[in-house]
């Protein structure tokens, strides 16, 4: 399918495990996003990349590491998960200084 | 805190009533972005303002960017119930696509 897709929708898992978020678009865009959204904090921005193999840290990367060794995948993985990493995360893609197109979110709750 | 400041951080109008939410920022920007947002979906783009001065509409929402780049204000006009959800502002902070959001609005319209 066309478009930008995420998974896992929902996720929920405990302190301490290893979690990946996939995120696949079919566009061909150079940029790729990671945002997480929280309430009280709106929408925070992770991680970004430039175009294959080029990745650059966000306002909040911590905890996090992302790798991207194909244009239309951009993965994210939280290495050793934390409660407050609980949130709803978000994918976006654009070609350049244009709008960023959206996936739907994954909703990660850490236990 | 936020690079971005929205007010106001929600809204309740009677349909059919007009409405501005407004997007303040401590330096200039690159480029502001309008996005809403549907509860537990991804974002939407409404409108990109780049120039200062600038102006764009789109059925009844209009955004507006200033002079001097650092306040934006997104205009509802005759409010329906499909105008109801979130909606965020964003902007490109160095022209590199290291986007900012604020926290966002939400708005409601009551029929």
């Known amino acids: 399918d066309a478009g930008i897709t995420q998974s896992p929708r929902y996720k929920i898992t405990e302190t301490g495990r290893q979690v990946t978020l996939m995120c696949h678009q079919t566009w061909s865009h150079s940029y790729m996003f990671w945002y997480r959204q929280d309430l009280g904090h709106g929408l925070r921005l992770i991680y970004y990349s430039a175009a294959a193999d080029i990745t650059d840290k966000g306002e909040v990367p911590d905890g996090y590491v992302v790798s991207r060794s194909k244009t239309e995948n951009f993965p994210l993985t939280l290495e050793s998960a934390t409660r407050s990493q609980t949130s709803v995360y978000f994918c976006?893609?654009?070609?350049?200084?244009?709008?960023?197109?959206f996936g739907p979110g994954t909703r990660l709750t850490v236990l | 805190s936020q690079e971005l400041e929205q007010s106001p951080q929600s809204l309740i109008v009677q349909e059919g009533k007009n409405l501005t939410i407004n997007c303040t920022s401590s330096?200039?920007?690159?480029?502001l972005y309008w996005y809403k947002q549907k509860y537990g979906e991804g974002l939407i783009f409404l409108m990109m303002l780049q120039k200062g001065g600038e102006e764009k509409s789109h059925e009844k929402i209009t955004a507006k960017l200033d002079e001097k780049k650092q306040q934006s204000s997104l205009h509802i006009t005759a409010s329906q119930p499909s105008h109801a959800g979130i909606y965020l502002c964003g902007a490109d902070r160095d022209n590199n696509n290291d986007m900012r959001f604020g926290a966002g609005t939400r708005l409601t319209v009551k029929p």
């Open positions: 330096k200039t920007l690159y480029g």
């Open positions: 976006a893609s654009t070609q350049g200084a244009n709008e960023q197109f």
